[in-house]
């Protein structure tokens, strides 16, 4: 292998070894054996496991955010938003088992910042705009829109966390039920949920 290579090798090892037993579950050991290689080698490409634990991570974060921010950034009716935002989510699970994972489980504790909570953060002020706006339009304090925001996208991240090892019921019928919930609230809920937006065939248009 170039040095490219083992990097990208020792990165995907990692990654699942991560994900099966978390960080401090890991060690530098069964990394190098799962990868056929030496414990020098790893030291070499990564100075340790915080090293290489910060790399998986740190893709991890990038392609999940690129992955919301594109939700939000398309636009259209707010429901819309929030019908992209959960299916990019669940979409991310879906193909990222191993990844949402590494994110979900505990971080070390020199990790301040690159956290799953971290970037739900950050996406939650995001979301803060777009709800302070429909706000002021609904005559509602925009003041509060933060606190919802945190909610909103807790909500949705926590199902998800649920949903990846669940996975019933289905990813779209999950995904119509948190915005069912999310739109409607428990007061106004709807007895058969479907999604308004382009996820998926079946779909209405607004």
């Known amino acids: 292998m170039t040095a490219h290579e083992r990097r990208e090798q020792l990165v995907a090892v990692s990654r699942a070894l991560f994900a099966e037993k978390g960080f401090e579950g890991t060690s530098i050991e069964e990394i190098a054996a799962r990868a056929t290689v030496s414990k020098p080698v790893v030291y070499e490409h990564f100075g340790g496991k915080e090293g290489v634990y910060a790399v998986v991570v740190d893709r991890e974060i990038q392609s999940l955010t690129g992955a919301l921010t594109g ?3 398309k636009g259209g009716h707010p429901k819309v938003i929030v019908e992209r935002m959960t299916f990019a989510l669940l979409d991310y699970i879906e193909t990222n088992e191993s990844g949402f994972r590494v994110l979900v489980r505990d971080s070390p504790v020199a990790q301040a910042t690159g956290s799953f909570s971290s970037l739900i953060g950050d996406v939650a002020t995001e979301v803060e705009h777009l709800l302070a706006e429909q706000f002021r339009r609904r005559g509602l304090d925009p003041r509060t829109a933060p606190i919802y925001a945190q909610m909103l996208v807790g ?8 949903w990846l090892d669940a996975r019933q019921p289905k990813k ?3 995904a119509a039920h948190l915005v069912n919930l999310a739109w409607n609230g428990l007061a106004g809920l709807e007895r058969k949920p479907c999604l308004v937006g382009e996820q998926t065939d079946s779909t209405k248009k607004l």
């Open 71 to 73: 939700a939000l950034d």
């Open 155 to 162: 909500m949705v991240a926590l199902t998800g966390q649920h």
């Open 172 to 174: 779209d019928e999950v």
